[in-house]
């Protein structure tokens, strides 16, 4: 019995490798897009009017790109820890995705939702969405300075939620853009906030469990 819970177990570990080793290559092709340096390409092509009139936009913008991908790699090594052999790279792991939130990767996401496309709604989501994200990291840091590790975790888990709406907003993107064919504007009204809502619905209700 407990070697089949066992095998079970490593089967999920496995495919759960797989599955974020797909949704990353594709983030990374995305990150890739704009290496080296363009103003013209893919989401900056209908981004003109603030790459032309704020000198400022792009330095947000290519801060927040460069550095999302790191976030999502490092947050998902720190979650694998010892059960994979990776128990002593966790706390560094831990580090650079912290670090990356706070300076750099949550600011600029902030920034940048100040000129989200879909109008107030959309703009009112993503900004929300990044003070959660730079909130509940900076939170499961202070509670990893106070050596409150099962508090620390929980608030990791909602950090690394939001982290995946850069994921999940594009799954749903496509799902919604496939089915109904909306007009682009109404399709970012819905995904900004469908993006990382479920997410946390789903991650509060695993802690509340006991999950994890």
């Not at 092509?45 to 400022?56: A, D, L, N």
């Not at 999940?168 to 909306?182: E, G, Q």
């Not at 997410?199 to 695993?206: A, C, P, Q, R, V």
Request: aromatic content about 18%; proline content about 2%.
């Amino acid at each position: 019995m407990l070697s089949a819970k066992k095998n079970i177990s490593n089967t999920l570990k496995i495919l759960l490798i797989i599955g974020f080793g797909y949704f990353f290559r594709l983030m990374l092709k995305i990150t890739l897009e704009y290496v080296p340096l363009q103003t013209d390409v893919s989401f900056l092509m209908i981004k003109q009017t603030e790459v032309g009139q704020r000198s400022e936009y792009l330095y947000f913008f290519y801060t927040h790109v460069y550095t999302s991908i790191f976030v999502l790699l490092s947050g998902f090594l720190a979650i694998l820890r010892k059960n994979f052999g990776l128990k002593n790279f966790h706390k560094n792991a831990g580090k650079v995705y912290i670090f990356l939130i706070l300076i750099f990767a949550a600011p600029s996401g902030i920034y940048m939702g100040i000129f989200a496309n879909g109008g107030i709604l959309s703009k009112i989501s993503f900004v929300v969405l990044g003070c959660l994200w730079w909130f509940s990291t900076f939170k499961a840091y202070q509670l990893a300075r106070q050596k409150k590790f099962k508090e620390h975790k929980q608030w990791m888990w909602r950090s690394f939620a939001l982290t995946l709406s850069a994921i999940t907003l594009r799954m749903w993107k496509v799902i919604i853009v496939y089915l109904f064919h909306p007009n682009p504007m109404d399709v970012y009204q819905i995904i900004a906030w469908l993006g990382w809502i479920p997410n946390i619905i789903i991650i509060e209700y695993l802690i509340t469990k006991k999950h994890i």
